[in-house]
């Protein structure tokens, strides 16, 4: 065989090994379909839109940034961004892309990626509600596509993905952890399902209040600087949302939170509990401080004292003062 006809015959063996090593859409969306429901479970992001994302942006995990990179959403650098880089044409000549480890960590950054402010009102949205979860994205700059609703939607719609988030809500899908523990205690699941704490990533699980402000639990002693770096968020939010000092330590299971807290809570009243203070309450419901203070025409550097009955939501009628 000349050297001509052996370098032809190479790049058409390569051409086809890369080719029968293509995922089909089916095939990936079974393999990482848990991985989904994991963000879904953590993070409050529906699985179908995970999925579709993943599909859309790495053409079903074959793109040559998915197989090179592990970059399975399209994510750019940004200033953000301190990991490895790759640089590919997109909406612009040779734009920088995030590089990953793995494709695990791409889902991870992904649902991290969307707890940023512009994504905030994507939260306000019922979790099963993949039509405004897809319109959402596309309107907080996600995409510039002006399709990228209906491609995402299409693609959810034709592969039935919603189902996932169906069953993920009714606690048709849990993970292995979670099947091995319910049949060690073999015990029935309650009617109205919660969801699991997984640890997708190496960050602390986010929560949601009642009130739709985003939280997480303090570890043992740390400091407004350690969540502040652990979070990748600015040492003046963790202060001025959790109306805390610069050197305030955080208790083990405190709540710390990562968006404003409201002006008002869920409920209509808390009675004060021995030991109880304005910040506590604070806290516990959700509510700034100052705004509880003033409802309750609470004077600075006052404390309501145990039995009191504190207003979450209206102002406290003068008379009862």
Partial sequence: MNKKLYITALTLFLAFA???QNLTREEYIEKYKETAVKSMREFKIPASITLAQALLESSNGN???AKRSNNHFGIKCHSSWKGKKTYHDDDAHQECFRVYKDVYDSYADHAKFLQRPRYSKLFELDI????????GLREAGYATNPRYPQLLI????DNELYKIDEEVLAGGVTDKKSKKKQRKQGSDQDEETEFDEVVLSNKPAVKR???KVK???AQEKQTVDDVAMLMEMGRWQIKSYNDVEEDYVFEEGERIYLTPKRYKGDEKYHIVKEGEDLWDISQEHAIKYGSLRRKNRIPKGKQPKPGDKLYLQKKKPKELD
């Fill in 18 to 20: 890369m080719n029968a």
């Fill in 209 to 211: 209040t009642s009130n």
């Fill in 154 to 157: 299409k693609i959810i719609e």
């Fill in 128 to 135: 099963d509600d993949y039509k405004g979860w897809a319109k």
């Fill in 63 to 65: 793109s040559d940034l």
């Fill in 215 to 217: 939280y997480i639990n």
